[in-house]
DNA sequence: CGTAATGAAATTTTT
DNA sequence: TTTCATTACG
């Protein structure tokens, strides 16, 4: 994007100059969103507005960094507070703790503390049998504090059978929560928009204070966001809000599209700026992410334009496996390095799911081309770090219940489960924290004398710890890396796992040193504990670093890259399966796609494969869905190449079990083995098990018909229409209840196609097939040859 | 009480 | 494939 440049458009400079009142700024990806928004933010400085009265909240730090960066470029350094959501209510926490029932102190609990304790609530509360994951039960109290439900208002659902399991559950895991003096991600907004709510005149001193309110990727707040924002901007409504409805992808976690959608409802008087152009991708990127998009139902009218070059058409490329795919892509990759034409830099491969991951690393690193990976679960999740990590919680606050349970015997000092069970339930009883509980072991008489003097001596180190508590955090992180007698025990352990560990751990070190450094050793370890309590994964992302980036679509909203990859556009992965049933969430898939595609600049590939090997098993794929709202005359398509069978996947091996003409033997064990939709995943009888192992049979068959062909597409595309399967082989009828809109299906003559709608009951049940290329069909299901295109 | 081994299950996206 | 949990054994 062209930062340098001063002039503005006229849409741009009348959201620039914007000064008062509330502002809507409709930005389409590559909009100069940022430029606007950090050039209005100078021009309020400059106009005089206080500069610690404008706070900008952001989804990621990195937004935030690059926001300041920005402003600070215009204006030198000011005292505008830029930062998450959550940074910006935990600051606030700290400071109004006490009247929420917290200490200062508190610690943030990551999802995984948080559904520890969930556990042990569940457990304490000898629950009549719940069968309900505590997994369902995270989520649905999740939910609740996204949507600004307190414990006390919670009400189930009538009839609701996890809502009354939750009911009970929530308020007691809360109470916990305040005994331990912890907040999860979500208490962080849900305490400071209860704040906000109930106590109208702090409400209006921090209206007052923080005047100039601006909310970027509004349109994935939800609800509690919503009324933190809102609250804020009562006496001065000064809220400027930027959003795209079209890149709306955290539904799942509770973002309210609405927010965005009804903002001129409840801001009557709103100023709208739509910012339609796109300074970033080519004419034939924009246009194919555009014919995508419109197939949303839920959206606003917006069309997006660019003056860039036309560029070179965007590309579907269908490889046999996901190993091809990856070596492929690698291949080019390191020909554009390696010709000069392109840095590694300029590179960035999107999949759905952080899983898919692996073939791609492997390939990159084989060609030693410099790659990073922005993933989750990799440094602040790991074992021994969150180990270390726990003792400097319980140091910072010793009624930290989740860390003492994960340090207490690590490393191993004969506190084992019945110990453990005695603290607990010690502590339950008198309502205290297990570490007051641990410091009066004398007083439990379920504790033996050995297991006492081991409590004693483990209260005793954190208790020594405790005194440095004001260390440079460096210092602290030593302390208890040689007092705990953890790194001892690494080192001596001599397995190669711990070697790494111990890697780890140093590689701990130096965050912390780096801590002290970057915000000078006075900061202290709360504010350590809360840095990295609240860092991302793309925070971890290195702009500057020259390699090819690898992350999922998510991780990749809000950035852009010259090349982009987008791979495994395939059913159940890229709309990924659980989000099938329910047309919001499918919507929500594709606008994923749309914010993947609209991330390049110059030339995008969307990639999938015949064959992916995921969890350990080889699997035959469907093609997304996706791929056939996509203008494929304008793109340029490839196909497998016709000698792959050579490649990767032997031939014999994979075909094996039903290479011979007469079909399935079932006796061939390894026939059996590769089949890999076998009859179990059908589900019901014995009978319809063997149909159902008739049915894939009959598709494998057809898969076979000729070697190179591998899809029901290509079946169709080089088979005369009238030449379908004898019908003595034809796959056996399927359920008319089985048709879903949205579904993929084969059809022997008319090849692969997509349900556009269903109508009718029974008999009568007909579905209106949209085919790839024999357009729009209709079918009365009990008679047709009409199949799910199901992974064979 | 601690460790090791075995077996089973589970796998989206993230502040 | 990886991770988790349970169990058996020392």
Known sequence: ???????????????????????????????????????????????????????????????????????????????????????????????????????????????????????????????????????????????????????????????????SAVVRVYPEYQARMRIANAVDFDDLLLHVGTLLRENAELRAELDERYRYILVDEYQDTNLVQYAIARALSIDHPNLAVTGDPDQSIFGWRGANISNILDFQRDYPDVKVVRLEQNYRSSKQILRVADALIVHNQRRKEKRLFTENDEGSPVRLTHYATHREEAQRIADEIAVEIASGRRRPSDFAIFYRINALS?????????????????????????????????????????????????????PTRGIGKKTILGLTEHATRYGQTLFASAQETGLIEALGKRAATAVGRFVKIVDHLAETASAPVEEIVGRVLSESGYQKSLQESGLEEDESRLANI?????????????????????????????????????????????????SAKGLEFPVVYIVAAEEGLLPHERSREDPDRLEEERRLLFVGMTRAEEELQLSLATQREFRGQRRRTVPSSFLMELPREQMKVVEPAADWTTGEFEEDEFFDGWEDDDGFDATDEEADENFDESPKEFGGDREEDAEAAEAGRATARQADAKSTLTTAAQLHESREPTAATPKTKSAPPVSPEEFRVGMAVVHPEYGLGKVAALSGSATQRTATVQFVTAGERKFRLQHSALRPARET
Not at 137 to 148: D, G, H, M, P, T
Not at 534 to 540: A, C
């Open 1 to 163: 994007m062209d930062v340098s440049s001063n002039s503005l458009t006229a849409a741009q400079r009348e959201a620039v100059e914007h000064i008062d009142g509330p502002l809507l700024i409709l930005a389409g990806p590559g909009s100069g969103k940022t430029r606007v928004v950090t050039q209005r933010i100078a021009h309020l400085v400059r106009q005089g507005v206080p500069a610690h009265q404008i706070v900008g909240l952001t989804f990621t730090n990195k937004a935030a960094d690059e926001m300041r960066s920005r402003v600070e470029t215009l204006i030198g350094p000011s005292r505008v507070w830029l930062g998450t959501f959550h940074r910006f209510c935990s600051r606030l926490l700290r400071r109004y703790a006490s009247l929420v029932g917290l200490d200062e102190n508190f610690t943030i609990y990551d999802s995984d503390d948080s559904l520890r304790m969930l556990k042990r609530t569940l457990e304490q509360m000898d629950q009549p049998p719940t069968h309900f994951m505590p997994e369902q039960i995270r989520s649905a109290i999740s939910w609740a504090k996204n949507n600004l439900i307190t414990p006390q208002q919670y009400e189930p659902r009538q009839g609701h059978a996890l809502g």
């Open 506 to 554: 140093e590689e701990l070190l130096t965050v912390a040193r780096e801590f002290d450094e970057r915000f000078g050793e006075e900061a202290g370890l709360s504010a350590f504990l809360e840095e990295t309590a609240l860092v991302n994964d793309v925070d971890q992302w290195e702009e500057e670093i020259d390699r090819v980036t690898l992350m999922t679509m998510h």
């Open 358 to 410: 692996r073939a791609f690393e492997f390939a990159l690193r084989e060609r030693g081309i410099p790659f990073q990976l922005v993933k989750g679960l990799e440094f602040y999740q790991r074992k021994e770090i969150k180990d270390v990590m726990s003792y400097l919680h319980l140091i910072n606050n010793p009624r930290d219940d989740v860390a003492l349970l994960r340090v207490i015997n690590t």
